[in-house]
Each structure stands twice: as structure tokens, then as C-alpha cells.
């Protein structure tokens, strides 16, 4: 399978996904573990790429999005943003939200 459908695949096939250097558990830059203490304080599942382990989806992953830099945090298909804009809208209150609207959805 192409890389870029891959990648589509993941996107459309997970309501909250997020490709970061590292794991939840261990993320590998500063950035990724601030987006993940984001999404975590949500309180919702989500799917996760590790961009290290997948050089493919790490070369290409930025063309696909039109978004050069790591983390990247897609909702519903969506690309939302990188560790700025997702820390900006957990601060803001506007995260939780979209992520539980996403995983409900799914769930249903």
C-alpha cells in the first residue's frame, strides 16, 4: 500500500490520532510530551504514531498535511495543529471538548 494512503487510512480510521517522536509513555522531544499532557488531561483514548519508529510516515506525513513540524493532532480527520496550538487550546478550555465530542462519535 502507498505511504500516503497509509496515512489517510490512520486519519480518517481514528476519530483522535496523534504523530509524535516517542510514545504516550515515552515521548522523545519536549514538544511531543506537552501535546500528550494535553490530550491525556482529557481523559479520552487516543491513537498514536510513534514518527520515529516509521520513517516513511515521518518523510511524508508533512506533505500530506501541508504542516512541516511535530507533533501533529488530528480530530476527526482534521489536522488541529502542532504542540503550540494544542497546549494554546487546552489553556483555553477548547480542547477537552473536541476530543470528547470525537470519541463519543466514534463510540457510537
Same mark, same amino acid.
Given at each position: 500500500?502507498?505511504?500516503? &494512503? $497509509? ?7 481514528? *476519530? ?7 510514545? *504516550? ?8 510530551? @506537552? $501535546?500528550?499532557?494535553?490530550?491525556? #488531561?482529557?481523559?479520552? @483514548? ?8 516509521? *520513517? ?12 512541516? $513540524? ?16 494544542? #497546549? ?5 478550555? &477548547?480542547? #477537552?471538548?473536541?476530543?470528547? &465530542? ?7
Amino acid at each position: 500500500m502507498d505511504i500516503m &494512503e $497509509t496515512i489517510r487510512e490512520q486519519v480518517e480510521g481514528n *476519530p483522535v490520532i496523534l504523530y509524535m517522536k516517542g510514545s *504516550p509513555n515515552q515521548p522523545q522531544c519536549g514538544f511531543s510530551a @506537552r $501535546t500528550v499532557e494535553a490530550l491525556m #488531561a482529557c481523559g479520552e @483514548r487516543f491513537a498514536y504514531v510513534d514518527i520515529l519508529e516509521n *520513517p516513511d510516515i515521518r518523510a511524508n506525513l508533512p506533505k500530506y498535511a501541508n504542516w512541516p $513540524t511535530f507533533p501533529q493532532l488530528w480530530v476527526n480527520g482534521e489536522l488541529i495543529g502542532g504542540c503550540d496550538i494544542i #497546549a494554546d487550546m487546552h489553556q483555553k478550555g &477548547e480542547l #477537552a471538548p473536541l476530543v470528547k &465530542e470525537a470519541a463519543q462519535k466514534a463510540a457510537e
